[in-house]
């Protein structure tokens, strides 16, 4: 129940089912996608909004209150259980308690309210359930009789009664040209890098066909047999007119053709994003490192719109795998929580569970995993209170879905991904499922033990703390030193693959010494099979740094990413194989230009850079204490800043000089010096082989003098 003391007025937003706009909008997203010119919609069950909600709270009003009503779909009014007659635009409100409920019907789109009064505004606070069924005492308290799901509202950004959710639509931007070149009846466009957006043909004007050929590279845009998207117009124009295209694109080059008797005086774009803070940043004494994390950073840009989506071209989908990268990266740069949250609600959808997410096992399995990074990043308890039977309802699933031994292997109707790679078995109780399927009960303890469930936490800890025990037992290899990839007809395979490995390390779970053997059976080892997609290359390095290889992994990161730029990349592709050359480099699911040449999982140095190099995590959720532990992996200065959930983290460090202030929690600054280090204001604690700490308290600005 609301006190209404307030003598500003509230701001009012507009709420609805939560989890329920998330799922429409990434349904008028996902199904946005052609294949030249043919509708190609996602290949996985696509869920529904609920279409008749019940929106409640109780307010006690010190005097009357008039407020407005706006809804998206037909409502009534109940006050204090009584139907208020008709479908009232304005109402007062006695003084006193009141108890408010408007039951909104939309089936075309998300029903959603917005109710605006002095003290009365609808917020998050509000209560709503799909439940046709009222127990809400008197005092407000929810009562666990009916069952009723009553939750707290969803809510984004739409903060006006005409802003309304089932409108939007992302904003653009005009941008020119770099380059055209006019042949007869053609056009070549260059937008000089990888863009998205909406093609403006200035001056259009005759009657006759118009056809434009996109492409990430100039060879796809002249292909005008295999480019992976088109659009043909026909047109009938007689006075001269710009035309913007209905369908957003993604393109660097496109090839445009028009039939005799028509004109077009000039080509632009409207460039369309997601307006996102920009807060995370990277310079460094290396000018071509500076260049990887600017292009990572406009990958980002690109592949962030409505939610995380992986490429631009040509899914357009939201892929959990590809997802859960984008989380981290953003962690590390626009730090947009929102985003995350839409993302994730898409990925999960409605019940019953009945498929993996994606229809992908490990990407149900990355769904959990995110959910941990994003607390620990967040400290967002609230969300885990809000959905972890929606948790529980997806982890059950896979319980139930695991064979006599205790493992998850694939079933008829899922699709075991890991990664793309050439003659990766997928076969038996593959080690790496096993793993990722460890980590999700480990996250479903820390889960339960947030909305105080003990029996569940308990639960959970013992599945996972069981699992990991039999996981060493069946697929440790002694010999090999490192976990074999599969175990088929309840026997070991031969083969080690770098995916369990490595996700081992950064998870924690081997002792100092199989961390040794893996790090140089495995990680270092030329003869186990390399990795090419940018996706799993993410992880590899990953697990490197943890093991402090941060020199190894910064002249990777450099031939990696730095011999993409070197091939022209404006921004960074779903696969990269330096064996390949010319038009290889575009190839991929056996068509010429199937590669994605902008795809989230290649921006993954943000991540690393934040994380290895700068340092910078959260040791308690939400920044409430963290460490910054600085590491120049051969670069003579680094300087950059990490955002976190209330503010920012600013790192400077040299060979001689670190700088650092937060204006979040409590920080560790951690480093090694060879001689004991000296800064104004602070104290150092020696922790043995050269290695100092000292606390960071927020607001203060630190200067360490030291020898590195």
């Known amino acids: 129940m609301e006190s209404a003391n307030a003598q500003q007025q509230k701001q009012a937003t507009w709420i609805w089912y939560p989890g329920d706009y998330e799922v429409w909008l990434s349904n008028q997203m996902q199904n946005r996608r052609t294949e030249r010119g043919t509708f190609f919609p996602p290949f996985w069950r696509m869920d529904n909004h609920y279409v008749l909600i019940d929106f409640h709270k109780v307010f006690d009003l010190k005097e009357p209150e008039e407020i407005e009503i ?4 037909r409502y009534n009014v109940k006050l204090n259980s009584k139907m208020v007659n008709g479908t009232p635009k304005k109402l007062t409100i006695p003084a006193g308690k009141q108890k408010i409920n408007i039951k909104v019907y939309a089936q075309d789109r998300v029903p959603a309210l917005y109710v605006q009064g002095k003290t009365i505004a609808t917020d998050a606070s509000w209560l709503v359930t799909f439940e046709d069924k009222e127990w809400i005492d008197e005092s407000g ?12 509202a969803g809510t984004w950004n739409f903060n006006a009664p005409d802003n309304l959710p089932s409108a939007f639509k992302l904003p653009t931007t005009p941008q020119k040209a770099a380059k055209i070149d006019r042949k007869g009846q053609s056009i070549l466009v260059d937008f000089g890098k990888e863009t998205f957006g909406y093609v403006k043909l200035h001056g259009l004007k005759g009657k006759g066909k118009v056809s434009l050929y996109y492409g990430e590279s100039v060879e796809e845009a002249m292909s005008t047999e295999h480019c992976e998207t088109l659009d043909h117009l026909d047109i009938d124009q007689p006075q001269a007119k710009d035309y913007v295209l209905e369908q957003s694109q993604a393109f660097r080059y496109v090839n ?6 028509m004109t077009i005086a000039d080509v632009s774009m409207l460039y369309e994003y997601l307006p996102m803070a920009d807060r995370g940043k990277f310079r460094s004494s290396d000018e071509e490192l500076n260049k990887i994390w600017d292009i990572s950073k406009y990958t980002m840009e690109l592949t962030t719109r409505e939610f995380f989506i992986d490429g631009i071209k040509r899914d357009r989908w939201i892929w959990s795998g590809d997802a859960n990268q984008s989380y981290l ?4 740069l626009g730090f947009d929580s929102p985003s995350v949250r839409r993302t994730m609600l898409a990925l999960r959808g409605k019940e019953p569970t009945t498929t993996h997410i994606n229809t992908i096992m490990d990407y149900t399995l990355y769904w959990f995993i995110a959910i941990n990074d994003y607390y620990q990043y967040t400290g967002d308890k609230h969300f885990i209170q809000q959905f972890y039977p929606r948790m529980q309802s997806l982890i059950n699933f896979c319980l139930e879905r695991r064979n006599q031994d205790g493992f998850m292997e694939g079933m008829a109707g899922d699709w075991v991904f890991i990664d793309w790679a050439d003659g990766l078995s997928k076969q038996g109780e593959v080690s790496f499922e096993q793993l990722l399927l460890a980590r999700s009960l480990e996250t479903m303890a820390e889960c339960a033990t947030i909305v105080d469930d003990k029996e569940g936490a308990a639960k959970y800890a013992k599945l996972a703390s069981d699992l990991k025990a039999k996981l060493f037992s069946v697929y440790w290899n002694e010999q090999k030193q490192a976990l074999v990839h599969s175990r088929v007809d309840g026997k070991q395979t031969e083969n ?12 924690d779970y081997f002792n100092e010494s199989q961390k040794q053997g893996v790090k140089q059976n495995v990680l270092l080892n030329d003869k186990v099979q390399k990795i090419t997609t940018p996706y799993m290359r993410f992880y590899e390095l990953e697990a490197l740094c943890a093991m402090g290889e941060q020199d190894y992994v910064m002249k990777e990161m450099k031939s990696y990413w730095g011999d993409m730029l070197k091939l022209g990349a404006t921004s960074f592709w779903e696969k990269y194989d330096p064996t390949e050359s010319g038009v290889e480099h575009l190839e991929m699911y056996g068509r010429p230009f199937g590669k994605s040449l902008c795809h989230a999982w290649g921006a993954s140095p943000i991540y690393l850079l934040g994380k290895y190099y700068l340092g910078v995590k959260p040791l308690s959720p939400g920044y409430s204490t963290y460490e910054v532990v600085p590491v120049l992996g051969g670069l003579q200065w680094m300087e950059g800043t990490v955002p976190t959930p209330n503010g920012d983290i600013t790192i400077y460090c040299s060979t001689s000089q670190i700088k650092v202030k937060a204006t979040e929690g409590t920080g560790t600054l951690r480093f090694k010096s060879k001689s004991k280090p000296k800064a104004k204001g602070a104290s150092f604690q020696s922790k043995g082989n050269g290695v100092y700490e000292m606390k960071i308290e927020k607001g203060k600005e630190y200067v360490v003098s030291y020898k590195s």
């Open 141 to 152: 308290k929810v009562s666990d009789q009916s069952g009723t799901e009553w939750l707290n």
């Open 329 to 332: 990266m953003n962690y590390y």
């Open 70 to 73: 706006f809804t998206e779909g």
């Open 256 to 261: 445009i053709q028009f039939e005799p008797g």
């Open 496 to 507: 080690v693959t770098r995916y369990a490995n490595m996700f081992a390390i950064f998870f």
